[in-house]
């Protein structure tokens, strides 16, 4: 199966969870996050909104603030394709951009450099077990996950981890994935 392919299948798993079981594991999800020392200890992370069928950030970035972190998000570059974070405070400072997705209103918020993040969430459509991953098909995550010096991490639904996918030169695997079945822990070679 191709990239276009195991895409389509993928989201049709996710457009066929019922509220009910997408709640249910969600909540999972979330507990097991709150738990992890990486999330304990992070001062600033880097995550993006998420959109319909994506696990829900939203709590997660408000919980982030509760506890007194900083939230990044990015703002993509559409000619080069890549993206910097910047830091908001409050779902104020996102607009609705390309592609149905939130981004920081530049003039309201400060860029985060690379460095600063202390734990970047990286979304993704599947995973396998050794923390590659297949996203929208931007590529943006792939050129800045390339001199990333900290902690990454992924959300996923059970239905999303798979045993093999097309890895390429330029795919770079994700430290950890927490899914609704546990945690995952991705050994780089
Ligand atoms: N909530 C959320 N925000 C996010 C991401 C995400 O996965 N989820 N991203 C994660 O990366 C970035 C945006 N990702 C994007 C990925 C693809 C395309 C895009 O234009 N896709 C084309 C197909 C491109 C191709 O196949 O070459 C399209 O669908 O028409 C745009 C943004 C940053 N923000
Ligand atoms: N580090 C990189 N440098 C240059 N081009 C890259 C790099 N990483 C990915 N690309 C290009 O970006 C495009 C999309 O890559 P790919 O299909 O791997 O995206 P993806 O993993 O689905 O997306 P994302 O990383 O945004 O989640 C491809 O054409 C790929 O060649």
């Not at 880097?46 to 998000?73: L, M, N, P």
């Not at 990454?152 to 981890?161: G, M, N, V």
Request: include cysteine; glycine fraction near 6%.
């Amino acid at each position: 199966m191709n990239k276009k392919q195991l895409r389509q299948q993928i989201k049709q798993r996710l457009l066929h969870m019922t509220k009910e079981e997408r709640k249910k594991k969600e909540t999972i999800i979330h507990d097991i996050l709150f738990q992890q020392h990486l999330w304990q200890t992070a001062q600033v992370i880097g995550i993006t909104i998420s959109r319909q069928i994506e696990i829900d950030t939203k709590c997660i970035i408000e919980r982030a603030w509760q506890e007194g972190k900083k939230v990044a998000i990015p703002k993509c570059d559409v000619t080069t394709k890549q993206m910097t974070f910047r830091e908001i405070r409050s779902f104020q400072e996102t607009g609705r951009s390309f592609f149905d997705l939130y981004e920081p209103i530049v003039e309201e918020t400060r860029e985060v450099q690379k460095d600063e993040i202390e734990l970047l969430f990286v979304p993704g459509l599947a995973f396998v077990r050794k923390g590659y991953r297949l996203g929208y098909g931007g590529g943006y995550y792939d050129r800045y996950l390339v001199d990333f010096p900290n902690d990454t991490i992924s959300l996923a639904y059970d239905c999303q981890i798979v045993s093999t996918l097309p890895v390429e030169q330029h795919d770079i695997p994700v430290q950890m994935i927490i899914t609704n079945e546990g945690i995952v822990v991705c050994e780089n070679e």
